[in-house]
C-alpha cells in the first residue's frame, strides 16, 4: 500500500506540541535545580517559539537540525559544564528533530490514512505513557551502576565525576566485593542455595502443571490457586508462618530449610510458565506413542519434555532469579550461616553503608539482563514450536 503523501502542519499545531515536549523535558531539569516550575515555562517557551519559526522554513530541516543541536550544546555548557554540554546537546538533536518530525507530517507516513486525529493523538500518548513509565522504572538502576565506579566512600556523584574526571573513578568497591570474606561468604552461600531451590521448584512445578493440565483432575482451579498463593500473598506473612512452621519441626536456621523455602516462592513462576507452554501442546502425541507402546515415563522425556522445555527452562530461570534476589525470606528462616547475598546487602545498608553494595547490584543488574536476554529468546522459541509466530 502506497504512503500517504507528506504535507506541511500549521506552525501554530507544530509549536502547541513542541512547547508541551518542552515543558516536560523542562520539568525534569527545572526540579533537578529546585525550579520545577521555571523549568516548565522556559522548557515550553523555548520549543513553542522553535516550533513556530521552524515550520514555515521546513526546506531548511539540516542545517536548522544542526544549528539547534549546537544551540543547546553551548548553553548546557556555559550553564553545567561538560556534563551539561553532553545532555543539552542530546536534547537539542531531539528537540530539531522532533519539531520538523511534527512539521512535515512524518508522524503520519506509516499510519493508515483513515485514521481521525484523535486516534492518531492515542496512537502516540499510548507510547508516550509506556516509555515514561520505562524511564521511571530503568532511571534507579542508571543512576546506580556509574555511582559503583566512584573512587569515594559516597552514595552521591562527586564533583569529579561531574567533570567526567578519570580520578573521580576507580574499581575499588568491586575489588572490595572480591576481596572481603564476608561478601564472599554471602555469595557462596547464593550460589549452594540457588541453584539447589531452582531444581526442586523446576522438579515440582512442571509435575503440577502437567496434572493440573489434564481435563479430568478434580479442583483443578483450586489447586492451582493453592499453588501459585506465594506470589499473591504478601511476603513478609510468607516468611513469618514459615518461621513459625520451621521453629516447631527443628528446621528454622538449617540450609535444607532455606532451600525449601526458595523452593516454595519459586514453584509458582514454573507452574504458570509451564501452563502456558502446555496451551499449545498436541496431546495426541502423547496418545500416539501411548499406542506404539512406551510407558509414561518414556513418553513425558521423549515426547512431551522436549516441547515444553523452552517454558521449563523459563519457568527455571524465573525460579533462580527469586531466589538468589529474596531477602525478607531467608531472615526469617535463615541463620548467620546462611547469610546470602541480599542479605549482606541489607546488612551493608543497615549497619555500615558499605558502597560495595553499589558493586554488587551492578553485577545482579548484569546478570538479571542475561538471564532476561535468555527469558526472551526461550519465549520466542516456544512460540515458534508452537506455531504462534513465524520461523
Known amino acids: 500500500m502506497a504512503l500517504t503523501p507528506v504535507t506541511n502542519q500549521t506552525p501554530g499545531f507544530t509549536a502547541a506540541v513542541a512547547a508541551g515536549a518542552g515543558a516536560f523535558f523542562g520539568l525534569f531539569v527545572g526540579t533537578a535545580q529546585a525550579t520545577g516550575l521555571i523549568g516548565i515555562l522556559v522548557g515550553g517557551a523555548i520549543l513553542g517559539v522553535l516550533g513556530f519559526v ?3 522554513m521546513t526546506d531548511k530541516e539540516k542545517p536548522l537540525r544542526w544549528a ?20 543539552g546537546g542530546l536534547f537539542g538533536w531531539f528537540a530539531g528533530w522532533f519539531i520538523f518530525w511534527l ?3 512524518r508522524y503520519r507516513a506509516h499510519l493508515p490514512p483513515y485514521l481521525t486525529p484523535g486516534q492518531v493523538l492515542w496512537h502516540y500518548s499510548f507510547r508516550v505513557i509506556c516509555g515514561v513509565i520505562f524511564v521511571f522504572l530503568i532511571t534507579p538502576i542508571l543512576v546506580v551502576m556509574p555511582l559503583s565506579f566512584n573512587a569515594e566512600n559516597f552514595f552521591t556523584f562527586t564533583p569529579e565525576m561531574l567533570r567526567f574526571d578519570p580520578a573521580g573513578y576507580s574499581l575499588k568497591h568491586y575489588k572490595d566485593f572480591f576481596s ?12 549452594k542455595i540457588a541453584p539447589m531451590a531452582t531444581i526442586l521448584s523446576v522438579s515440582f512445578g512442571t509435575l503440577a502443571a502437567i496434572g493440573l493440565s489434564q481435563p479430568h483432575v478434580p479442583f483443578r ?7 501459585i498463593s506465594p506470589m499473591i500473598v504478601p511476603l513478609i506473612i510468607s516468611a513469618a508462618g514459615m518461621y513459625f512452621f520451621y521453629s516447631r519441626i527443628g528446621m528454622q536456621g538449617t540450609y535444607f530449610g532455606v ?6 516462592l519459586g514453584i509458582p513462576f514454573v507452574i504458570i510458565t509451564v501452563t502456558a507452554t502446555l496451551v499449545g501442546f498436541d496431546r495426541s502425541l502423547t496418545r500416539a506413542a501411548a499406542n506404539m507402546g512406551a510407558d509414561p ?20 530461570l524465573f525460579a533462580f532469579i527469586t531466589s538468589f534476589d529474596e531477602v525478607v525470606v531467608v531472615l526469617f528462616v535463615g541463620s548467620a550461616g546462611q547469610k546470602t547475598l541480599p542479605w549482606q ?11 560495595t553494595i553499589l558493586a554488587v547490584a551492578t553485577i545482579l543488574v548484569g546478570i538479571s539482563i542475561c538471564l532476561l536476554t535468555v527469558l526472551e529468546l526461550l519465549r520466542r522459541r516456544s512460540e515458534r514450536l508452537r506455531g504462534m509466530s513465524p520461523g
Open 221 to 227: 482451579r483450586a489447586i492451582m490457586a493453592i499453588l
Open 297 to 316: 515415563v518414556t513418553t513425558f522425556f521423549r515426547v512431551q519434555m522436549p516441547l515444553i522445555l523452552p517454558g521449563v527452562i523459563s519457568g527455571g
Open 345 to 355: 546487602m541489607f546488612t551493608g545498608l543497615r549497619e555500615q553503608i558499605s558502597p
Open 68 to 87: 539547534t543541536f549546537a544551540l543547546f550544546l553551548v548553553l548546557g555548557y556555559l550553564f553545567g559544564g561538560l556534563p551539561a554540554a553532553v545532555v
Open 103 to 105: 512539521a512535515t507530517s
Open 180 to 191: 572481603n570474606d564476608d561478601w564472599q561468604q554471602a555469595l557462596w552461600n547464593s550460589i
Open 259 to 264: 532451600v525449601l523455602a526458595h523452593a516454595a
Open 54 to 56: 521552524f515550520a514555515g
